[in-house]
């Protein structure tokens, strides 16, 4: 029966590289490979949809997404900044950026979420900045009536809005000290057996939380795990971690959220996005004391089921990346991975 098994396999695995061969070639007939002869983007696409109908939801019925408010902030921003500026501009979402404005900022709450304060410092500037036409005028008049409670508590504050970066503090940090530090980071597989302070994980996201994002909408979110327990269980999910994941005192699981897009165009946002965080995330840890690597989270069926389970996701949510972290041995020794010389990772002009 074995052998029967694996004569079926090797049919199957010579008609699909067969098939590979010609619906390969065009874009259209390589969907009929996805749909009919493998599964392997059907949770992918699940989770794209999904994403997009909770979105579409939020956005048209609710008139409260969260990932759209925020990308419409960024947009005003992008237009307060233009040189030369136009006179007017965002007449076509700035109708939607205040219904979701109204429907999610809170007064009571804008001290405990800089990026409430943000939102409502940005379409202050937006309005004293346009020319107001009757349509604009209507959008203003909900937005201030909305925020009136707030105007007196907040006039004081130093504005979250677009500003000069010259005029900041800048980082004395030298070109070969930070070059030095990104060699100093490697993937640590041997961590002491000591807890890591929760405080310190915080400061790191902190700094992984300053990374840049698609009108930053930042589709992800870290799930960190340091109960032995659980760290137990977790570790034996993604692959590779076999003879080392034991030493892993903290995990982390990079989670992306699809519900940020409206469309399937963004899908891949998430992995960008998440691995630029995720680089801060860990030069910030090496700064702490602290060590980390990174592991592949593998996109197989069987491993996906658990960790959705695990994690509790939502239909759009995909599990990205996962990370170690902890205290390094110093008798552990790290691979050496020599990176690829300049010459092959980087072409101008051509």
């Given amino acids: 029966m074995n052998t029967f098994l694996k004569y079926l396999f090797k049919i199957r695995t010579n008609l699909s590289n067969a098939f590979i061969q010609y619906l390969g070639r065009y874009i259209g007939l390589s969907g009929l490979y996805y749909t009919f002869l493998s599964s392997a983007f059907a949770r ?31 947009r005003l921003e992008k237009g307060l900044l233009m040189r030369p500026r136009r006179a007017i501009f965002a007449v076509d979402y700035i109708e939607e950026t205040i219904d979701c404005f109204v429907n999610i900022y809170k007064t ?29 005028s209507t959008q203003q008049d909900r937005f201030i009536k909305h925020i009136q409670a707030s105007i007196e508590a907040l006039s004081v504050i130093e504005k979250s809005v677009p500003y000069c970066r010259i005029l900041q503090d800048q980082s004395t940090i030298s070109f070969e000290e930070f070059y030095k530090l990104a060699k100093q980071r490697r993937s640590v597989r041997w961590f002491l057996d000591r807890s890591v302070s929760r405080e310190l994980i ?25 109960d032995p327990k659980l760290v137990k269980e977790l570790v034996n999910y993604p692959m590779g971690t076999k003879g080392y994941g034991h030493s892993i005192p903290v995990m982390i699981v990079v989670v992306g959220n699809l519900d940020a897009y409206f469309d399937e165009r963004d899908r891949h946002v998430i992995y ?17 004391g602290l060590s980390s690597c990174s592991i592949n989270w593998p996109d197989i069926e069987a491993r996906e089921r658990k960790m959705e389970k695990f994690l509790k996701l939502e239909k759009y949510q995909r599990p990205i990346m996962c990370i170690g972290v902890g205290y390094p041995d110093p008798e552990g020794m790290v691979a050496f991975s020599e990176k690829r010389p300049l010459s092959q990772i980087r072409k101008y002009n051509i």
């Fill in 44 to 74: 992918e696409r699940r989770a794209v949809l999904a994403g997009k109908l909770k979105h579409l939801e939020e956005t048209k019925r609710l008139k409260s997404n969260y990932f759209l408010l925020v990308r419409n902030t960024h």
């Fill in 108 to 136: 009571d709450t804008i001290h405990e979420n800089n990026q409430l304060k943000w939102f409502r410092d940005v379409l202050e500037l937006y309005f004293k900045s346009v020319e107001i036409t009757p349509f604009l």
């Fill in 202 to 226: 915080d400061k790191a996201v902190l700094v992984a939380n300053q990374s840049p994002s698609a009108c930053n909408r930042q589709p992800f979110e870290y799930r960190i795990f340091d």
């Fill in 272 to 288: 960008i996005d998440a691995s630029l965080a995720n680089m801060s995330l860990m030069l910030a840890l090496e700064t702490l």
